[in-house]
């Protein structure tokens, strides 16, 4: 024992070790871009808190592929469950919100927990193609189930009451907009927590080397699985915001292209380094946006090419490539 | 500690057999390490050696026998259950967290040991106990001063220190190293012999390499395997003076 006594880490080290959790001021600049948005583009608002929610879904994803290796085209699997779950709520009179987002958030950590629980025992091509078919089930059962979704027609009559029975929804999206951010910033705080926990280096283990995870005695199956659930639920809040604040889900929220877009979004903004989903999505939708309005017939294509450059230029996406551009600048 | 407990090996094998179809890669190994022990496992290529690492590990699933630790039966155990009741081993081609510095690839294995690895609130690296205790053990093999750089920086001999670091952060009875200086040039080997050399003596060592300076140099019992089954066991004398060996192992052919 006096041996390792001997040996205790020097306090540098250890304050380098200990302290790479803490915030840096970098790490502001997200919510305070948001809240400027706020006030410079007040005809933008419902556009903003789109993105704002979508923000979240990506940051649920990232949680899985980014930081456990799971990789998945069926996230819209719980997008939707969330969705679906404050819609049916607001349909039938129960249109608090938060009541909301926490049943959207239970329903579809338990799809996330059930299918996981099948799915992740597979890996590599096998599993992207069980989260692409849990997906398209729950699309199919939606589409079906018209007497309660209303199917293609999208769910009909959903009344959201107010904000902490204060706040409408108004016509402009003010209240929307605060909602969601509010919302993403909880979403932010828990995921963050996640990733600089013990549990989030052991994620971060998996993704590096299973084999030897498995060899120093992690359960990760266990591991993964309550990655996924606890990212399920995230994307289920996310589903149940976009419900909410556009007081209408149609089957879509359980499409391929819920599931696709998002993916392409995180790759744009870098994944695994937590802020990937905050310059991806704003990216990619304000960049739908605009390409919508210049090239109503073509802005797909527009989107492709860019797509197509920052595979070519920006490996890593926007914060890989400013993390390749710091490494440079330091070496000089 | 009572004698009887002491002549408990630490490590036991009885009639343990895996096969792949026609393929035998073990069969009917009766094997036993000692407390301690300082034990080398050497064959030619394809005699089942990493196989048998692979059976105690847990990652394969025998066809037939049971594996014993410490007298206890753990045939049926995880992987994950056997690394927590003592098993610990070092991989042949390094299997490191490249991206992660060396430091925290250690306070995961320690950290997961303490049971703590789970844990979703602290923030890792917050509690001093893992983080000590990880440094002392890059310290006690000299690998101290590059605690905070990531492991894929390493030289690759450094790397294989490592490894044998992320094993001994378990705290293992029984530590198996499949090929420590597979890979390091042979000028830097010694380093990892004297790192081997110097580990805790009441870890029972199984030794597979190919490198027989390193085997003679550390071993004090062998274990000759052949197209998965034992073919002899002894002292690295009887060993070296065995003709069978020398036939199967070294390629010569027995006297007329």
Known sequence: ?332 | MSDASQATPALETKALCKSFGALSVASTIDFSLARGARQALIGPNGAGKTSFINLVTGVLAPSDGRILLEGADITSLSQAQRVKRGIARTFQITALFRGLTVLENVTLAVSERMGMAGDLHRPAGSRRAIVDEGYALLASLGLEADALRPVRELAYGRQRLVEIVVALGLAPKVLLLDEPAAGVPSGESGIIVDTIERLPADIALLIIEHDMHLVFRLAKRITVLVQGAILVEGTPAEIAADQRVRQVYLGERAPA
Not at chain 1, 46 to 74: E, K, M, N, P
Not at chain 1, 81 to 98: I, M, Q, R, S, V
Not at chain 1, 173 to 193: E, Q
């Open chain 1, 1 to 332: 024992m006096t041996e390792i006594a001997a040996h205790d880490a020097p306090q540098g080290t250890v304050g380098i070790f200990s302290r790479r959790h803490r915030l840096r001021w970098t790490e502001a600049l997200p919510w305070v871009i948001a809240l400027a948005s706020y006030f410079a583009f007040p005809n933008y608002l419902a556009l903003g808190s789109q993105i704002l929610a979508t923000i979240l879904y990506g940051l649920s994803l990232d949680l899985v592929l980014g930081y456990a290796g799971i990789v998945t085209l069926g996230h819209a699997a719980f997008f939707g469950t969330g969705a679906y779950a404050a819609g049916l709520l607001a349909a039938h009179g129960y249109g608090e919100p938060f009541l909301g987002l926490v049943v959207a958030a239970i329903s579809a950590g338990i799809v996330g927990c059930l299918t996981g629980a099948i799915i992740l025992r597979t890996s590599g091509l096998t599993l992207l193609m069980q989260t692409l078919m849990v997906a398209a089930m729950l699309h199919e059962a939606a589409n079906k189930a018209n007497s309660i979704t209303g199917g293609a027609d999208g769910l009909q009559g959903m009344e959201v009451k107010p904000v902490f029975g204060l706040f409408r929804f108004d016509l402009y999206g003010k209240t929307a907009y605060l909602y969601c951010l509010g919302v993403l910033f909880i979403g932010w705080i828990i995921v963050r927590r996640i990733v600089y926990s013990p549990f989030g280096r052991s994620l971060t283990g998996i993704r590096e080397n299973e084999a030897r995870m498995h060899a120093i005695g992690t359960p990760v199956f266990r591991r993964r699985l309550t990655a996924y659930s606890i990212s399920a639920a995230l994307a289920g809040v996310s589903g149940a915001l976009i419900a909410q604040t556009t007081q209408f889900v149609a089957v879509d929220a359980y499409g391929f292209e819920r599931s696709g877009n998002i993916l392409i979004m995180l790759l744009l903004g870098g994944i695994g380094r937590l802020y990937g989903a905050f310059i991806g999505v704003p990216l990619y939708m304000i960049a739908q946006d605009q390409f919508a309005e210049i090239d109503p017939v073509y802005w797909y294509f527009w989107i492709g090419l860019l797509l197509v450059l920052v595979v070519l230029f920006a490996r890593g996406g926007a914060l890989g490539t400013l993390e390749r551009l710091k490494a440079r600048w330091s070496k000089r």
